[in-house]
């Protein structure tokens, strides 16, 4: 072997026994995981927790029908038309079917044969308030106030008005607490085959990039503030303030906090409602700045029929990246990202809603091998369960096609196709055990638990991973 070949041989292996021993006793940037996903992280969880308060909303709307199940029929009506009992309990049915106009035409029947009967009276109130006949509710309300009514029906009555004196503010304001813990068996995303290329030579990993399990605690914090502009269509406008906190047991380089504001408007039309808005996140990773990004967000909507509705979403961001200890290339993933989404919503029965859409993102950036195009599929199943519970699936897809190599990692370039399962089951802790024995004020925290699948499949095998992820939470609404 000549000599010259020889000493770059030699300085090769020089230089690669080095660059090893530095992971196994320090870790190393360069083989890093691909710390953007916890952006992604950031959005995912705090989307996921607005679904469960409004989906849990819509559950407890059904709990509160279900109770009027009576099993009578407009049949049974029919044999005996002059039965105030039955009349009655056959409008108790129609609430139950969601059929608040019958409902009403025939607690108002009723009424007219026999004006006393505070407890029917009270039941119209109540199925006025849900047809967002609010003046006329009220009218029924103050009507039983002139006259001796039993304990119980009082305090219902000194309810409803107080919900409709909510429902009447034009200014509504709500704080919404997310708290509690997780586990992912694959933390810091370290490859399937253990292995890590650099400059195309595979390495085993080592040191801090070695698969790890982790525990975490999680806390969501939203303010919330609308105001109706007061125009007939319902326009509106709004503001709200998010704080997000993931900390890990373990991995602190992957600990994450973030602070969003977002400030918008609803303007509802004849063919569409378009929501802009525009906000600011400031994201923190490893407990220093990450990233700060601004952008707009305006979303279309249409209703097709009353089961079917479709949308259209278009978001644009700023994103500026900031070197941290953990990863000192981070400014080089600086850029715009732009994002498309076309999608739409069907009631496949009363208790059940299937939602998708189909996504085109473009990320900018200052080094080309972190620019990409993804492609993003992403379908939803909510279903409302008896008792105020709910489950809701979605599963996603992601392919992403990045714009040139890294040439430290890899001359190939970087392809990933990911999949993304979730599963959310939700329940008022008043429906469990435990919500028997708790105060007034805790009883409608809202319980959920979720498990999660992630998988991504890369060119690369730095980035080729399994995670899974369980997550219980509590949540407290508070409307103002």
């Known amino acids: 072997m000549p000599f010259r070949t020889f000493l770059k041989s030699f300085f090769l292996c020089v230089a690669l026994g080095a660059i090893s021993a530095s992971l196994i006793f320090f870790g190393s940037p360069l083989f890093a995981e691909d710390v953007t996903r916890e952006t992604e992280t950031v959005r995912r969880e705090t989307a996921v927790q607005r679904a469960v308060v409004k989906t849990s909303g819509k559950s407890k709307e059904k709990a509160f029908l279900e109770r009027f199940k009576t099993g009578v029929t407009y049949e049974d009506v029919l044999k005996d038309p002059d039965n105030i009992d039955l009349n009655f309990r056959y409008a108790q049915q129609l609430i139950a079917q969601n059929d608040l106009l019958g409902a009403a035409a025939t607690l108002e029947r009723i009424l007219l044969v026999n004006p006393n009967l505070s407890d029917v009276r009270l039941l119209y109130a109540v199925v006025l308030y849900r047809l967002d006949s609010l003046n006329e509710a009220q009218k029924e309300l103050n009507t039983l106030k002139t006259v001796t009514l039993p304990p119980k029906i009082r305090e219902e009555v000194a309810a ?6 909510y429902r009447k503010r034009r200014t509504h304001l709500s704080i919404r607490e997310s708290a509690g813990w997780g586990y992912d068996t694959n933390r810091n995303a370290s ?38 502009l007061g125009f007939q269509a319902g326009h509106s406008v709004f503001a709200s303030f998010t704080y997000f906190l993931q900390e890990q047991t373990n991995v602190h380089s992957l600990n994450l906090g973030s602070f969003q504001y977002e400030l918008g408007g609803t303007y509802k039309g004849k063919w569409f409602n378009f929501t802009p808005s525009f906000y600011y996140n400031y994201l923190f990773l490893s407990d220093q700045s990450f990233l700060r990004s601004q952008g707009g967000n305006f979303l279309f909507e249409r209703d097709i029929t009353r089961k079917l509705s479709v949308s259209y979403d278009f978001r644009i961001e700023r994103q500026d990246f900031l070197n941290i200890s953990e990863n000192t290339d981070s400014y080089n993933r600086k850029g715009p990202e732009f994002d498309h989404a076309w999608g739409f919503n069907y009631i496949l029965i009363p208790t059940m809603r ?117 997550e219980g939470l509590l949540t407290k609404r508070m409307d103002f």
Request: proline share 4%; charged share 20%.
């Open 160 to 165: 409803f008005q107080k919900k409709i004196k």
């Open 191 to 228: 490859p399937h085959s253990k292995q890590q290329l650099f400059f195309d030579t595979p390495l085993d990993v080592q040191g801090s990039n070695v698969r790890r399990a982790d525990t975490h605690f999680l806390n969501v914090t939203s303010v919330d503030v609308t105001h109706d």
């Open 354 to 470: 299937w939602s998708s859409n189909i996504g085109y993102s473009e990320k900018f950036a200052k080094q080309d091998y972190y620019a990409y195009d993804r492609i993003s599929l992403n379908n939803t199943h909510t279903w409302i369960l008896p008792k105020g519970q709910f489950l809701i699936n979605t599963i996603s897809a992601y392919f992403d096609r990045y714009d040139s190599p890294e040439f430290s990692v890899s001359s190939k370039h970087r392809h990933d196709n990911t999949i993304r399962y979730r599963a959310t089951y939700g329940s008022p802790l008043e429906t469990l055990q435990v919500g028997k024995i708790l105060p007034k004020f805790f009883k409608d925290i809202i319980f959920s638990i979720s498990y999660e699948y992630y998988h991504a499949l890369s060119s690369i095998t730095n980035y080729t991973y399994t995670n899974n992820k369980i």
